[in-house]
T-cell receptor, first 111, second 110 residues
Framework: NAGVTQTPKFRILKIGQSMTLQCTQD?????MYWYRQDPGMGLKLIYY???????DKGEVPNGYNVSRSTTEDFPLRLELAAPSQTSVYFC??????????FGSGTRLTVV | RKEVEQDPGPFNVPEGATVAFNCTYS??????FFWYRQDCRKEPKLLMS???SGNEDGRFTAQLNRASQYISLLIRDSKLSDSATYLC???????????FGTGTRLKVLA
C-alpha cells in the first residue's frame, strides 16, 4: 500500500518555465489537497478536490492550476514559474473528516 | 488573529521529562482536531486525533477545551526520537479544509 505518491521529489525551474507536480493515491480517497510550506511557516492550501471532476481554490491559488480526472490522480500545474513559488509542495488525501495522509513532498526552487 | 496559533518554541527538555504544548483556535465552528508530527524536511504525519473527552496513546495525551478554544498535547517520558515539530490542525464545520498551525518545535536533549 503506497499511500500518497508525489513526483518529482526535487526540481529546479527557471523563471517563466512551467511544470506539473504529480500526485497519486491508492486509498480510494475522495478528498485530495495541495499545500505549500515555506520555511518556518505553516502549510497553506493551494487547491483541493472533493471528488473526480470537482476542484476548488484554497488560500493561495494564484499561479497554479489543478485537474481531477480520476479518483487517484490530482496533478498541480505551475504556469510561468516565479521565485515566490519556491517552496515545498505537499499533496494529501483523506476520506473526509479523518486525518490526512501526506505524500513525501516536492522541493521546488525557481531561479 | 491567526485561525490556529501555536508557540513556535523551541522547547528544549531533557530525556524523561514531561512536556505540554497548547494550541488555540479562533473559529468556534471548528469541528475536528488533530496533532501532527513533522520531522525536518519530511512530510507531516498524523500523531493523533483529539476528542472532546480527551484521549491517550501511549506516552501521548491530547485534550480539547471547547469553551476556551484550545487543544493540548502532553508527552510523558520524552525520548530523543520525540524531537520534531508538532502541528496543531483544525477543521471547520461545513468545509473540507483543514487549518494548520505553524508548529511547535521540540528538542529532547540527552
Amino acid at each position: 500500500n503506497a499511500g500518497v505518491t508525489q513526483t518529482p521529489k526535487f526540481r529546479i525551474l527557471k523563471i517563466g518555465q512551467s511544470m506539473t507536480l504529480q500526485c497519486t493515491q491508492d486509498m480510494n480517497h475522495n478528498y485530495m489537497y495541495w499545500y505549500r510550506q515555506d520555511p518556518g511557516m505553516g502549510l497553506k492550501l493551494i487547491y483541493y478536490s472533493v471528488g473526480a471532476g470537482i476542484t476548488d481554490k484554497g488560500e493561495v491559488p494564484n499561479g497554479y492550476n489543478v485537474s481531477r480526472s480520476t479518483t487517484e490522480d490530482f496533478p498541480l500545474r505551475l504556469e510561468l514559474a516565479a521565485p515566490s513559488q519556491t517552496s515545498v509542495y505537499f499533496c494529501a488525501s483523506n476520506d473526509g473528516g479523518s486525518g490526512y495522509t501526506f505524500g513525501s513532498g516536492t522541493r521546488l526552487t525557481v531561479v | 488573529r491567526k485561525e490556529v496559533e501555536q508557540d513556535p518554541g523551541p522547547f528544549n527538555v531533557p530525556e524523561g521529562a514531561t512536556v505540554a504544548f497548547n494550541c488555540t483556535y479562533s473559529n468556534s465552528a471548528s469541528q475536528s482536531f488533530f496533532w501532527y508530527r513533522q520531522d525536518c524536511r519530511k512530510e507531516p504525519k498524523l500523531l493523533m486525533s483529539v476528542y472532546s473527552s480527551g484521549n491517550e496513546d501511549g506516552r501521548f495525551t491530547a485534550q480539547l477545551n471547547r469553551a476556551s478554544q484550545y487543544i493540548s498535547l502532553l508527552i510523558r517520558d520524552s525520548k530523543l526520537s520525540d524531537s520534531a515539530t508538532y502541528l496543531c490542525v483544525v477543521s471547520i464545520s461545513g468545509t473540507y479544509k483543514y487549518i494548520f498551525g505553524t508548529g511547535t518545535r521540540l528538542k529532547v536533549l540527552a
